[in-house]
Nanobody, 122 residues
């Protein structure tokens, strides 16, 4: 499975962005999907995930601001990010895996996209 993330950019505090991640080369509907991010000098952290059956979960730091969804017909997963803050600045990675558990852990995912940079200015 190849994952291609897009949609990052430079925005101001309070703005919105929608990230997309399109998969190719696999059965998209079989995979749980996650978004992770890594800020400069920090470890990669969980942002949100959607299970194969569609249920979603997100990190406390983004809850109420970020929404993840999947479109199995388009082999694409989205991360709608609203009310962005400077601390959201990071490279955002999408990931796919067949695990049904521990989907907030990076090691549960097998395939990773190349990352897209989100920069939020104050």
């Amino acid at each position: 499975v190849q994952l291609q993330a897009s949609g990052g950019g430079l925005v101001q505090t309070g703005d919105s962005l929608r990230l997309s991640c399109t998969a190719s080369g696999g059965s998209f509907g079989r995979y749980a999907l996650g978004w992770f991010r890594q800020a400069p000098g920090k470890e990669r952290e969980f942002v949100a995930r959607v299970a194969t059956y569609g249920t979603t979960s997100s990190a406390d730091s983004v809850k109420g601001r970020f929404t993840m969804s999947r479109d199995n017909d388009k082999n694409t997963v989205y991360l709608q990010m609203n009310s962005l803050k400077p601390e959201d600045t990071a490279v955002y990675y999408c990931a796919a895996g067949t695990s049904s558990y521990y989907l907030d852990v990076a090691s549960s995912y097998t395939y990773w996209g190349q990352g897209t940079l989100v920069t939020v200015s104050s």
